[in-house]
Nanobody
Framework: QVQLVESGGGLVQAGGSLRLSCAAS????????MGWYRQAPGKQRELVAI???????NYADSVKGRFTISRDNTLNTVYLQMNSLKPEDTAVYYC????????????WGQGTQVTVSS
């Protein structure tokens, strides 16, 4: 079992920045993907950014050029640097770890609130 602990959410004005962190409780062996998802009130959870153990990263179109995902495998931690925040970025942000392969587990963090005021 792996626990994911997120931190770094909060309240920020539009145009500001926040950095989210997600630490896994232990090292993850094998191919995996760590990503950030978000869910706004009344909306479905959506992928924000994802990074694979080989180093490839993908982003939702809505955050390209503003958000950067990175990972430190020595610390079992993934980060999301969020710049030029907009009110529509307001959501609960969740960290996810997906071990790649058939019938491999997926883990979720508890979520951290990000609120962007206009």
């Amino acid at each position: 079992q792996v626990q994911l602990v997120e931190s770094g959410g909060g309240l920020v004005q539009a145009g500001g920045s926040l950095r989210l962190s997600c630490a896994a409780s232990r090292s993850i062996f094998g191919l995996n993907a760590m990503g950030w998802y978000r869910q706004a009130p009344g909306k479905q959870r959506e992928l924000v950014a994802i990074t694979f153990s080989g180093g490839v990263a993908n982003y939702a179109d809505s955050v390209k050029g503003r958000f950067t995902i990175s990972r430190d495998n020595t610390l079992n931690t993934v980060y999301l640097q969020m710049n030029s925040l907009k009110p529509e970025d307001t959501a609960v942000y969740y960290c996810n770890l997906q071990v790649l392969g058939n019938n491999k587990p997926s883990y979720w963090g508890q979520g951290t609130q990000v609120t962007v005021s206009s």
